[in-house]
């Protein structure tokens, strides 16, 4: 148990190592969020009128509707770069050195999800910080409440992208799954529109943004920066994270050979 | 036997890359694994580092074998791969320390065995030098006294001189053979470059995903050079 608990932390280290050596990722991270807040939410303000819905009490401005669904954004984002960067350490042949370690594959991978998602959630607390200087604030227990939604919600999108990245053979093939996975999947979310505002121009659309399971980890988000537990979305959130998971160990099975091309 | 191979077959989808490969090498051999580029090593090599798993035959190294006892197999080997698998914007001292809490070794005893690992390969005053800022030759011998941390009993190096230059190459191949006679390690070296092996090497010839030819080099060339004798067996030249 000790060997297990050493390599956890030394593979968490050289995750966050790793983003201390990529200033402009940490950069970029930060800015997609804070545009979408600051530019694009002030567009709209005006163009979407929002009824007070659960976990709100009173009307509220646009920009605070979208702060759960840019943190979902920074979670989303973060577990498919850190799934880019495992094709890249895959192809680098640093992937295989993680794998040749006498652990089990099962724990590897998950120490691996655990670091990313450590990441992520620093970056979500930086976001959250810079749109409180904005004014766009939050009840105080919510900066703390949130902290369980977003280790969730970050394990979630990274054991997905952990999953992709088992499936896909090459770096290049990447640009589909921003086009496939992350666009449709933030966009078919509550992260922009309550889901009831969706449902009045396309009762389809509606049922495939309450079946996406990015939806309901923004939601876990929203109600936990308020304090309160959506169960709906917490029962939905540990399912996917467990089915997702279960396929990324999958993917990376020896017995399956993605790891290798042919020698 | 310290690595036996026995009845070993793989094949991506109809294409057979390894054909019923046989072989042993015993506790402190060097062991040249020869073959021309095609001949199945990379794949012999993801066999013996699970990176795939066996579809036929057995891999036993220092004696667990590697689907029953994987964890232990796997605790028991060394590898250099043949890419870098150095983390370039790490110290050569971070990448040591991040394999050996891999193998469950940290704080005093992991330094210890840092510090030791690259005083042996001539790295030391190097410990705190970016991996990108060293040379091709400086960044296998960061690789190999890595791959030596955890005190191997079997170790494995995939063609460690591609894109070295002769002196470095000659260096390399004279440390692991010191390293043989030294510390009893067992060393398989696959290697298309005859100019590595030497007489009193066993040499596990690979051709097309057979093997050809096992035995000591010396007894096997007879009285031909290396390269005569692997050309006249493989039809390839080196």
């Given at each position: ?263 | 036997?310290?690595?036996l191979v026995s009845d070993l ?11 019923g490969v046989s072989f042993s ?31 036929g035959g057995a891999i036993s ?178």
């Amino acid at each position: 148990m000790r060997h297990a608990l050493i390599a956890m932390r030394a593979i968490v280290l050289r995750e966050a190592l790793r983003f201390v050596h990529q200033r402009e990722r940490f950069i970029a991270a930060l800015v997609r969020p804070l545009v979408w807040l600051l530019v694009f939410a002030a567009g709209f303000r005006a163009a979407l009128g929002l009824s007070i819905s659960p976990p709100y009490q009173t009307y509220i401005t646009y920009e605070t509707y979208i702060v759960p669904g840019l943190c979902g954004m920074i979670l989303l984002f973060n577990g498919m770069q850190s799934s880019l960067s495992l094709v890249y350490d895959r192809e680098m042949g640093s992937m295989r050195l993680l794998l040749t370690a006498p652990l089990s594959r099962a724990w590897l991978l998950f120490s691996k999800l655990l670091g990313s998602t450590i990441i992520s959630i620093l970056q979500v607390y930086a976001f959250l910080f810079v749109a409180w200087l904005f004014d766009i604030t939050l009840p105080g227990w919510g900066y703390l409440a949130v902290l369980p939604a977003l280790v969730l919600g970050g394990l979630m999108l990274g054991a997905l992208g952990l999953a992709l990245s088992s499936f896909i053979k090459q770096l290049e093939n990447f640009a589909g799954v921003m086009n496939f996975v992350i666009f449709p999947m933030f966009f078919l979310s509550s992260a922009l529109y309550p889901l009831w505002k969706m449902a009045e121009s396309s009762e389809l659309l509606h049922d495939i943004c309450a079946s996406n399971p990015f939806t309901h980890a923004v939601e876990l988000i929203r109600f936990a920066l308020y304090v309160e537990v959506n169960g709906m979305a917490l029962v939905w959130t540990t399912l996917a994270t467990a089915v997702f998971m279960a396929l990324a160990v999958w993917g990376y099975d020896p017995a399956r050979g993605m790891m290798t091309r042919k020698g | 036997m310290s690595l036996l191979v026995s009845d070993l077959s793989f094949s991506y989808g109809s294409k057979t890359a390894l054909d019923g490969v046989s072989f042993s090498v015993g506790r402190g051999q060097f062991a040249a694994l020869l073959g021309p580029n095609g001949a199945g090593k990379s794949t012999l090599f993801s066999l013996l580092t699970r990176l795939f798993v066996t579809q036929g035959g057995a891999i036993s190294i220092a004696r667990h074998d590697l689907a029953a006892a994987p964890l232990a197999a796997m605790a028991d080997l060394g590898v250099v791969f043949q890419q870098t698998t150095l983390d370039l914007d790490l110290t050569v001292r971070q990448n040591l320390r991040y394999f050996a809490a891999l193998h469950g070794m940290s704080g005093r005893d992991a330094d210890q065995r840092i510090d030791a690992a690259l005083h042996r390969l001539g790295m030391a005053e190097r410990a705190g030098e970016k991996a990108r800022g060293l040379n091709g030759g400086h960044r296998r011998r960061t690789e190999i006294a890595r791959a030596l941390l955890h005190k191997p009993k079997v170790l494995l190096l995939d063609e460690p001189t591609v894109g070295l230059d002769a002196p470095t190459r000659a260096g390399l191949t004279q440390h692991i053979h010191d390293l043989c006679a030294e510390t009893g390690v067992t060393v398989l070296w696959a290697t298309h470059l005859t100019d590595e092996v030497r007489d009193t090497d066993q040499v596990i010839l690979l051709h097309r995903g057979r093997v050809l030819a096992d035995g000591r080099c010396g007894d096997l060339r007879g009285d031909r050079p290396l390269p005569a004798y692997f050309a006249q067996m493989t039809g390839a030249t080196v």
